[in-house]
């Protein structure tokens, strides 16, 4: 009888590599602890398996972290006179995560230049802070005999379209009058060419109306000197708020077209022809659904300061309105600028306008100390490029913020020239 199989192993000895402690099996046998390539591949997959369900069991302790939330400029006391060049490098981009929340809840302009395509995605990602976008496109021109509008290639309909998802502002495109005062006030066809011209672009666009800015240019051509002709130009601001009024928008048809009239602040302490003055408001307020008021280039080149001492704004608005809770202070935009300047001070004047990243660009490179001025309520730094001594003027959290309180007072809205020229987080103030 063959042997049976067990009985053809080696016996153990004490060379073997492997020897047990356990008692002898009951036939004389020793266990074989040696590892056979099929239990070699048997432990790899078990531990395999046991890695992989602790894996998927217990929290891994590599899992990124998630990124702290940003708070608003208020929240993180950014808000103050008190500022270093150091926090507007390590501060300006950093935004409040809560975007749809309102500081300011009176209506907001905030204009858009085709020129500086950085506003029309500050339009899209504050969409929220504002009331109404006006993107600047439009010039009315006298050409010969004939009135043309013009601009249309700037028209970006897409972008207006993802703006109103976004929320319920209103799309109101700026129309500057450059037609001779001739052409458009005096003869009565012209006028009602230009009134025509003007409601037919809203309409097949699709706008909610437009910004008017004609003041300047008038006084330019002198109308506003002449009693006649500044009486026109009133009736001409009338009728076309008047048909306007007549018609109802296309995207919000629950509303009448509307007429903001662009108008420009007083700058001595007795009113000019060419000043837009309380009895202009009046004539106008039934016929005007709001007042866009420039109250920023106080200074130049010429005579360099700061960009709009709010005391001159308090001056302006005063004059205007008279008293605070005036029945207008509502229909008035407020002007504010988010650009600045950077003046030359020595050497004879001028420097001009810069806008953001120009200031940025400057703080990084001369890291200057910013002092606070307290009667004009502005930030200003001044610094040396090739022996010539600059200063620059360029707004800040807190000029920002005190002009905010300054409207919130009188009860007015605000208008913003212009959107794309400023810091991020000035958008956290709105």
């Known amino acids: 009888m063959p042997p049976r199989r067990r009985d053809r192993r080696k016996p153990a000895t004490s060379t073997d590599p492997v020897q047990s402690d356990r008692p002898d099996q009951a036939d004389g046998s020793k266990p074989h602890l040696g590892f056979t390539p099929s239990r070699v591949v048997f432990l790899f997959v078990l531990f395999l398996s046991s890695i992989s369900l602790l894996i998927i069991y217990l929290p891994s302790g590599t899992s990124p972290v998630p990124p702290a939330t940003v708070l608003s400029v208020y929240e993180r ?16 981009e950093r935004v409040s995560e809560n975007r749809s929340h309102r500081h300011f809840v009176n209506p907001v302009l905030a204009y858009v230049t085709p020129w500086n395509s950085k506003g029309y995605d500050m339009a899209k990602v504050f969409n929220s802070k504002f009331t109404h976008i006006s993107p600047v496109w439009y010039q009315l021109k006298s050409e010969g005999n004939k009135l043309i509008l013009q601009g249309q290639h700037d028209v970006d309909l897409g972008w207006i379209s993802e703006l109103r998802k976004g929320g319920n502002l209103l799309v109101v495109p700026r129309i500057l009058l450059e037609a001779i005062p001739a052409e458009v006030l005096v003869k009565k066809k012209q006028l009602s060419k230009a009134i025509d011209l003007i409601i037919r672009e809203c309409q097949e666009m699709g706008f909610d109306g437009i910004v008017l800015e004609s003041w300047l240019s008038w006084a330019a051509y002198g109308v506003l000197n002449d009693p006649e002709l500044r009486m026109m130009a009133l009736n001409f601001i009338k009728q076309l708020g008047e048909t306007m009024h007549s018609v109802n928008s296309g995207p919000n048809p629950s509303q009448h077209l509307q007429l903001i009239l ?50 001159w704004i308090k001056y302006s608005l005063g004059v205007l309105l008279g008293d605070k ?97 400023g810091l991020d987080y000035f958008f956290d103030l709105l």
């Open 77 to 92: 006391g950014l808000v103050t006179p008190d500022i270093s060049y150091k926090d507007i490098l390590a501060e300006n």
């Open 262 to 311: 662009v108008i420009s602040p007083v700058r001595s302490e007795k009113l000019s022809g060419y000043d837009f003055g309380p009895e202009d408001l009046k004539q106008l307020a039934d016929s005007v659904d709001g007042f866009s008021l420039m109250t920023y280039d106080f200074s130049s080149p010429q005579k360099p300061g700061p960009n709009a001492p709010l005391e």
């Open 325 to 421: 809770g005036a029945e207008h202070a509502h229909m008035i935009f407020l002007g504010i600028n988010f650009y600045g300047n950077d003046f030359v001070i020595a050497e004879g004047f001028g420097g001009g306008p810069i806008i953001g990243r120009e200031f940025i660009s400057l703080l990084e490179k001369h890291k200057p100390a910013l002092l606070w001025e307290k009667r004009s309520s502005e930030h200003y730094f001044s610094y040396m490029h090739d022996n010539v001594k600059h200063a620059v003027f360029f707004p800040t959290l807190m000029s920002i913020s005190a002009r905010l309180d300054e409207a919130r007072a009188w009860g007015t809205g605000l208008s913003i020239w212009e959107i794309g020229q």
